[in-house]
């Protein structure tokens, strides 16, 4: 069985990006719960802090999932 590649995804938006659209997405990830791969990381001052704040506990959750911990 092939072991997933472990990779550090970030985005940077320009400002022709609805952030809308960027926010429902993220609010699937949450309501899904701990995902499958790690979330991505957005640029610095893309998000407001409760997202970038549910982000960072998601790829938390992640993981301790991959390390066996929960």
Do not use: T, W
């Amino acid at each position: 069985m092939k072991k997933k590649p472990n990779l550090g995804i970030i985005f940077n938006f320009e400002k022709s990006v609805n952030p809308r659209k960027v926010n429902a997405y993220i609010d699937k990830l949450v309501a899904a719960g701990i995902p499958d791969s790690r979330p991505p990381y957005f640029g610095y001052g893309f998000l407001d802090a409760k997202r970038d704040s549910q982000l960072d506990n998601l790829r938390k959750a992640y993981d301790l999932k991959i390390r066996g911990d929960l």
